[in-house]
């Protein structure tokens, strides 16, 4: 009863462990007790093929005076299907699927199902001990929509075939982690599963929930991450939801203003504690159950403020719920990472909950996002304007204020918003050039990075769930010698220190030239205690055989990477040499280099501190 006081008070992350159909052996019979939350119901009864649907002699019992009713129905086993039948104040019966359900028919049906959650025998120990949360680790993520990754015969890979495809694919490129759009049960394949029935309940679209830990521990056991992306926020209105779960609103506001969004969904009420123990218990359940090593919360501003409207105020009973769920879950789960999609510019996000911040670990930078996207769609000749070139300049003017990620995601290339490829300026060679200096000015960026499947390799159409990426453009040089330089990218990443192992401190980064308009070229360095890195990129199809460049230390400089290499479908307009410093005060440094940049062209510069 100990639990069930701290469901109702808001205050645990077990609740799970509590509600739901759970198989168990009482008084030595095997059978499954089933625990549902309905306060203001008459009755509530569970229903199934084992009462033929009719649940006159399955009644559930309340268990305390809170609107708790569990019942234990002997003889019953797993993939049994369930539903409950509740009966309002008004004499009125509905039929709703499980809040707590583990596991859900597929659409359109809605019935929950008994799985056993015990079963799996996981593989990933050495993984789960070295877990961090990764700040001074490199981190490019690579997300991914299950159902659209890649098809066959026009039909979704089983987890097993994914398993098989996609891990493979992902560690052999650089990632290092995966993130899985939302993979709790949704009844529209078009809302890409960010309108949500059963918060509790893995999709049944790809498999079962032991073909889910099947994946993840695959994945574990090469060493990559797996994080799922959530949503916190709202819920679905369909009859068999959460909406008026026992007759009247339970989950939602009781006023239809506040309940309503910009979605057509219902939000959450993040006032009441019972809520908030359903929402952190959900959390704690996917990072204990199927071993997530981040979750991703979707659509923070719209708990922020009343609506996601800033001018309505901040919603202080959802940033009490962000903030005692962040700090319960980082207790329970130390090394598992928090991240937040939040488009507001409210402060103190990924500070501490005990410094009154919001306890996320990272947040996604949109700033960046947007601001990078527009000035790469410019006409070169327009990038030099003041306000166009301070674009790239000015997420450094804040970066430091937060724990920032830099994500280019799936929201970017849909609705009219063209493939990344396509946001270009130019022909379509040009239109390469500059993805690579997008992908090489993105990983030499200060902050942890995120990539939409099919940025790698220039996918050309806007993404669409209902069609799997263009892999067939493989085929062609462009697209091949994209996804090597990315791949290699990705490998320099991973083997210097300079790119990540002081992304949130000062001394990481600092600007060489950050004011050179004229001709577009911005260079900066990136540093670790025993080496510098400098960074050229050239934003316009001018190319410079004698470039002057500052650098900040004495030595020999070597091009790690430069995108104009033949072999990522350049022309070789590279410096194969060792650069030699010399002596003499360029953009406020003491020493210089003379180097060759090409036109659009990213160059990597390594230098060994002594």
Same mark, same amino acid.
């Given at each position: 009863?100990?639990?069930?006081? #701290?469901?109702?008070?808001?205050?645990?992350?077990?609740?799970?462990?509590?509600?739901?159909? $759970?198989?168990?052996?009482?008084?030595?019979?095997?059978?499954?007790?089933?625990?549902?939350?309905?306060?203001?119901?008459?009755?509530?009864?569970?229903?199934?093929?084992?009462?033929?649907?009719?649940?006159?002699?399955?009644?559930?019992?309340?268990?305390?005076? *809170?609107?708790?009713?569990?019942?234990?129905?002997?003889?019953?086993?797993?993939?049994?299907?369930?539903?409950?039948?509740?009966?309002?104040?008004?004499?009125?019966? +509905?039929?709703?699927?499980?809040?707590?359900?583990?596991?859900?028919?597929?659409?359109?049906? $809605?019935?929950?199902?008994?799985?056993?959650?015990?079963?799996?025998?996981?593989?990933?120990?050495?993984?789960?001990?070295?877990?961090?949360?990764?700040?001074?680790?490199?981190?490019?993520?690579?997300?991914?929509?299950?159902?659209?990754?890649? =098809?066959?015969?026009?039909?979704?890979?089983?987890?097993?075939?994914?398993?098989?495809?996609?891990?493979?694919?992902?560690?052999?490129?650089?990632?290092?982690?995966?993130?899985?759009?939302?993979?709790?049960?949704?009844?529209?394949?078009?809302?890409?599963?960010?309108?949500?029935?059963?918060?509790?309940?893995?999709?049944?679209?790809?498999?079962?929930?032991?073909?889910?830990?099947?994946?993840?521990?695959?994945?574990?056991?090469?060493?990559?991450?797996?994080?799922?992306?959530?949503? &916190?926020?709202?819920?679905?209105?369909?009859?068999?939801?959460?909406?008026?779960?026992?007759?009247?609103?339970?989950?939602?506001? &009781?006023?239809?203003?506040?309940?309503?969004?910009?979605?057509?969904?219902?939000? %959450?009420?993040?006032?009441?504690?019972?809520?908030? /123990?359903? #929402?952190?218990?959900?959390?704690?359940?996917?990072?204990?159950?199927?071993?997530?090593? !981040?979750?991703?919360?979707?659509?923070? =501003?719209?708990?922020?403020?009343?609506?996601?409207?800033?001018?309505?105020?901040?919603?202080?009973?959802?940033?009490?719920?962000?903030?005692? !769920?962040?700090? @319960?879950?980082?207790?329970?789960?130390?090394?598992?990472?928090?991240?937040?999609?939040?488009?507001?510019?409210?402060?103190?996000?990924?500070?501490?909950?005990?410094?009154?911040?919001?306890?996320?670990?990272?947040?996604?930078?949109?700033?960046?996002?947007?601001?990078?996207?527009?000035?790469?769609?410019?006409?070169?000749?327009?990038?030099?304007?003041? $306000?166009?070139?301070?674009?790239?300049?000015? /997420?450094?003017? @804040?970066?430091?204020?937060?724990? %920032?990620?830099?994500?280019? /995601?799936?929201?970017?290339?849909?609705?009219?918003? +063209?493939?990344?490829?396509? +946001?270009?300026?130019?022909?379509?060679?040009?239109?390469?050039?500059?993805?690579?200096?997008?992908?090489?000015?993105?990983?030499?960026? &200060?902050?942890? +990075?995120?990539?939409?499947?099919?940025?790698?390799?220039?996918?050309?159409?806007?993404?669409?769930?209902? *069609?799997?990426?263009?892999?067939?453009?493989?085929?062609?040089?462009?697209?091949?010698?994209?996804?090597?330089?990315?791949?290699?990218?990705?490998?320099?990443?991973?083997?210097?220190? /300079?790119?990540?192992?002081?992304?949130?401190?000062?001394?990481?980064?600092?600007?060489?030239?950050?004011?050179?308009?004229?001709?577009?070229? @911005?260079?900066?360095?990136?540093?670790?205690?025993?080496?510098?890195?400098?960074?050229?990129?050239?934003?316009?199809?001018?190319?410079?055989?004698? @470039?002057?460049?500052?650098? &900040?230390?004495?030595?020999?400089?070597?091009?790690?990477?430069?995108?104009? =290499?033949?072999?990522?479908?350049?022309?070789?307009?590279?410096?194969?040499?060792?650069?030699?410093?010399?002596?003499?005060?360029?953009?406020?440094?003491?020493?210089?280099?003379?180097?060759?940049?090409?036109?659009?062209?990213?160059?990597? #510069?390594?230098?060994?501190?002594?």
């Amino acid at each position: 009863m100990e639990l069930l006081d #701290l469901f109702h008070q808001g205050h645990t992350i077990d609740a799970h462990h509590v509600f739901g159909a $759970h198989l168990t052996q009482e008084n030595g019979i095997d059978g499954v007790r089933f625990t549902v939350w309905a306060p203001h119901a008459k009755n509530v009864q569970v229903v199934g093929p084992f009462n033929q649907w009719n649940g006159e002699y399955s009644y559930l019992l309340p268990i305390n005076d *809170k609107g708790v009713y569990s019942l234990f129905v002997p003889h019953l086993g797993e993939w049994t299907l369930y539903k409950y039948r509740i009966e309002s104040q008004h004499g009125i019966w +509905k039929e709703k699927s499980d809040p707590f359900g583990f596991y859900q028919e597929k659409r359109p049906k $809605h019935s929950s199902i008994v799985v056993d959650l015990e079963s799996y025998q996981w593989q990933d120990e050495a993984y789960l001990e070295k877990r961090t949360k990764n700040y001074d680790r490199p981190m490019h993520i690579y997300e991914v929509h299950l159902g659209s990754w890649r =098809k066959r015969d026009d039909q979704w890979l089983t987890l097993s075939e994914m398993a098989d495809e996609l891990i493979p694919y992902v560690k052999d490129n650089g990632f290092t982690h995966i993130e899985l759009m939302p993979l709790v049960e949704h009844p529209f394949d078009g809302s890409w599963g960010y309108q949500v029935t059963g918060f509790y309940s893995i999709t049944s679209r790809y498999g079962t929930p032991n073909d889910f830990k099947a994946f993840i521990d695959r994945c574990h056991q090469v060493d990559i991450g797996v994080i799922i992306d959530i949503v &916190p926020t709202h819920f679905v209105k369909d009859d068999n939801g959460l909406r008026e779960f026992d007759g009247q609103p339970l989950f939602e506001y &009781p006023n239809p203003y506040d309940s309503y969004n910009e979605w057509g969904t219902l939000n %959450f009420n993040l006032w009441k504690e019972e809520v908030r /123990s359903f #929402l952190m218990s959900s959390f704690s359940f996917w990072t204990e159950t199927y071993h997530f090593d !981040g979750i991703r919360f979707d659509a923070v =501003k719209n708990m922020l403020y009343w609506g996601g409207n800033k001018e309505r105020g901040e919603n202080e009973g959802a940033l009490a719920f962000i903030r005692r !769920g962040n700090y @319960y879950l980082s207790q329970r789960y130390p090394d598992v990472m928090l991240i937040a999609e939040d488009s507001s510019d409210f402060h103190g996000v990924t500070s501490p909950t005990f410094h009154m911040g919001l306890g996320y670990d990272y947040k996604w930078d949109l700033g960046w996002m947007n601001d990078t996207l527009k000035y790469y769609g410019l006409d070169p000749i327009y990038r030099k304007h003041p $306000h166009n070139h301070n674009l790239l300049t000015f /997420s450094m003017a @804040y970066f430091y204020s937060e724990r %920032f990620l830099l994500p280019l /995601s799936h929201d970017e290339v849909v609705h009219l918003k +063209k493939s990344l490829i396509n +946001k270009f300026w130019g022909s379509y060679e040009q239109r390469f050039s500059q993805i690579r200096n997008l992908f090489g000015y993105m990983m030499a960026h &200060p902050g942890k +990075k995120l990539n939409f499947m099919g940025n790698e390799f220039g996918v050309m159409d806007e993404w669409d769930e209902k *069609k799997s990426l263009e892999w067939d453009l493989l085929k062609y040089p462009m697209h091949q010698s994209l996804l090597r330089y990315v791949r290699d990218l990705n490998f320099i990443y991973h083997h210097h220190t /300079s790119l990540f192992e002081k992304d949130y401190e000062h001394d990481g980064f600092r600007w060489i030239d950050a004011d050179n308009q004229n001709q577009s070229i @911005y260079s900066f360095v990136r540093e670790s205690e025993t080496e510098a890195l400098v960074v050229i990129l050239n934003m316009t199809p001018a190319s410079y055989e004698h @470039y002057t460049l500052g650098v &900040p230390y004495e030595g020999e400089y070597v091009e790690l990477i430069n995108s104009d =290499k033949d072999i990522y479908s350049g022309y070789n307009m590279c410096n194969y040499e060792v650069l030699s410093s010399y002596e003499g005060m360029t953009h406020g440094l003491p020493y210089h280099l003379n180097l060759r940049i090409a036109p659009f062209g990213c160059i990597y #510069l390594l230098v060994e501190k002594l």
